[in-house]
C-alpha cells in the first residue's frame, strides 16, 4: 500500500509539475511587474496542484477498484 501511495503521488506530482511548466510557458506571458509575477505563479501553483491531487486520486481509484 505504502509503494502505492508513492508511485501515485509521484505520477500526480510529475503531471502537475507538466501543467504548471505548461501553463508558464503558454498561457502566462513573463511579468512586467512584481505584482504580475505572484498572480501568475499563484494560479500556476493553483492549477498545478490541483491537477498533482486530482491524477494522483485517479491512480488511487483505479488500484483500489
Known amino acids: 500500500m505504502k509503494n ?3 508511485k501515485n ?3 500526480g506530482g510529475i503531471m502537475g ?3 504548471s511548466g505548461l501553463m508558464n ?3 502566462i506571458p513573463f511579468p512586467k511587474t512584481i505584482l504580475a509575477n505572484v498572480i501568475g505563479n499563484s494560479m500556476s501553483g493553483l492549477l498545478s496542484g490541483f491537477m498533482g491531487g486530482f491524477i494522483g486520486l ?3 481509484m483505479k488500484h483500489k477498484n
Open 4 to 6: 502505492a501511495a508513492i
Open 9 to 11: 503521488g509521484l505520477i
Open 17 to 19: 509539475a507538466i501543467m
Open 25 to 27: 510557458y503558454y498561457l
Open 58 to 60: 485517479l491512480m488511487y
